[in-house]
Structures are given as structure tokens and as C-alpha cells.
């Protein structure tokens, strides 16, 4: 049953989101970026309505206002406080937003989709595209590796070592708006969020080791979708409830894996102070 053609599509675009999502999530739980992570995609949303409105792919109106969207935070947040220039963007982009749905009625029948995700919808004709996109995340990803990974841990050394804290962060939101175009199609605006932060911030409390945090990130956020897209095919639940769900209990089960590990190594602690020391003659 899980074989079908539409089956099949769901199940390729979901594994490309989940890699691209627990990759880019996991630099934006690092870098504390959940705020600009959460609007971009609200943003887009937006973008997709207006190219509605005018006819075209909805899928460029979601490239051109995510891109606008990270650019904008970008640029806003260098001169004040980047939670203000995120959060004046987002008002931004969902007012254009609303005045884009107010002068189209054709547009109705996509807003679900777009917001929850329609990851059992996906056509073949959106492989392609979703694949071209999530190659340049994870590429993008892959050249700027080392100098994200020491701007998000370090700063400081960073700025020493001559790396512009300013334009990683215009170069990862501008791939935070990439990852954001190829997304939302598939699980929507409201539930990107969920993907990229659920399982990112369950990896990040198993680990601290950084290469393997990424990797387990991607893991997790591929079991999470898999389990989302066969729990929704058998008991005909929306994808998007299980996607969150399972994205907090991810999160819930490291953090319980890091209190854990916390309370052996006191308790060896305790052990250790508590052993006799070596006699002294």
C-alpha cells in the first residue's frame, strides 16, 4: 500500500525536507536563530498568495518573499535588535500577505496546504524542483560548514580570525529562505518549524560533539517524517499533527537523555569524592 505512485512521491519530497531540514535546523537551534526560523516561512506564506493573484507558480512568489524576508531581517537586524527587525518583517510580510488573499478567490482551496502541508498531494512534477532546491541547501551547508559552525560556537574567535559575523548570518538566512521555498509545499509554513527545531534541539541534547549532532539532527528528523507520513496513511490523520508531535517528543526525549546523563556523571562524581585516597606511609 505504501507503494502507490502518490505514495511514492510523499515519500521521496518528505525524505528530501527531512535532510535539508534536520541540516539547516540544526545550525538554527545553535545559533539561537528559532524566532527568524519561524517567520521566514510565515513570510513566504505570503509570497504564495501574491503569485496566486498574479497567475504565476505559487512557488516563485515562495522563493522571491522568503529570499526578501531573510534579507530584510538580515539587513534590519545588523543596525537594532534583530528580534524587533524580525518580528517588524513578519508584520510586513503577512500584511501583504493579507492584502494579496482579499482580492483572489481562487486562491482558498491551496491555504490549508500551504500552511499544514500536503505531503500526500505531492505530484511528480515537484520532485524535481524540491530536489534541485534541497541540493543547494545542503551544498550550501557543506562550503560554509567551518566558518557557521565557529560564528554560531565562538563569535569572538571568529571576528579574530577575520570571518564577518554580519554576512554569515546574511549568508545562512538566505539559505534558512532556501530550505523554506522547498519546505512548505510539502509540510507547510506551520509545521517547517516544528521539523527544524524538534529534532535539531533533541540532537543538540544528546551531544555536543557538532558533526555528530548534525548527523543524528538528519536522522531524527528522517524518522520523524516517516513515521508522520505512515502513521497518516493508516489512520487517516493529518500529517502535519504528527509532524508535531513527534517533533516535540523528540525534543522531550533528549532532554531527558541529557538530564539523565547528567545525574550519572554527578552521582560517579559523588562516588569518586566519597572513595578513600592512596594510603600515605
Known amino acids: 500500500m505504501f507503494a502507490a505512485g502518490f505514495m511514492m512521491n510523499a515519500w521521496i519530497a518528505a525524505t528530501i525536507v527531512a535532510i535539508v531540514a534536520g541540516a539547516v535546523g540544526y545550525f538554527v537551534v545553535l545559533r539561537g536563530s528559532a524566532f527568524p526560523a519561524h517567520a521566514i516561512p510565515k513570510g513566504a506564506f505570503a509570497g504564495a498568495a501574491g503569485a496566486a493573484l498574479l497567475g504565476i507558480n505559487t512557488l516563485i512568489g515562495l522563493a522571491v ?13 545588523r ?27 481562487e486562491y482558498e482551496p491551496e491555504v490549508y496546504s500551504l500552511l499544514f502541508g500536503e505531503v500526500l498531494g505531492v505530484s511528480s512534477s515537484q520532485i524535481l524542483p524540491t530536489a534541485l532546491l534541497g541540493f543547494a541547501c545542503v551544498a550550501a551547508i557543506v562550503i560554509v560548514y567551518r566558518p557557521l559552525l565557529l560564528a554560531s560556537i565562538t563569535p569572538e574567535v571568529a571576528e579574530a580570525k577575520g570571518i564577518r559575523a554580519h554576512r554569515i548570518e546574511m549568508i545562512f538566512l538566505v539559505i534558512v529562505a532556501l530550505a523554506t521555498a522547498m519546505t512548505v509545499p510539502v509540510v507547510g ?8 527545531i524538534g529534532p535539531p534541539a533533541a540532537a543538540r541534547s544528546v551531544t555536543s560533539r557538532p558533526l555528530l549532532a548534525l548527523v543524528l539532527s538528519v536522522a531524527l528528523a528522517l524518522v520523524t ?48 569524592a566519597l572513595a578513600p585516597g592512596p594510603a600515605r606511609g
Open 189 to 196: 509554513a506551520l509545521l517547517i518549524f516544528s521539523l527544524m
Open 79 to 105: 543596525r537594532g535588535r534583530h528580534d524587533v527587525a524580525t518580528a517588524l518583517g513578519l508584520v510586513m510580510m503577512l500584511a501583504l500577505g493579507a492584502a494579496f488573499l482579499s482580492h483572489t478567490t
Open 65 to 77: 518573499f522568503a529570499l526578501l524576508g531573510a534579507l530584510g531581517i538580515g539587513s534590519l537586524g
Open 225 to 272: 517524517v516517516w513515521l508522520s507520513i505512515a502513521a497518516s496513511y493508516l489512520y487517516n490523520w493529518p500529517v502535519g499533527f504528527f509532524v508535531g508531535v513527534l517533533g516535540a517528543l523528540s525534543y522531550a526525549c533528549g532532554r531527558g537523555w541529557a538530564a539523565w546523563q547528567r545525574r550519572i556523571r554527578a552521582g560517579s562524581a559523588a562516588v569518586a
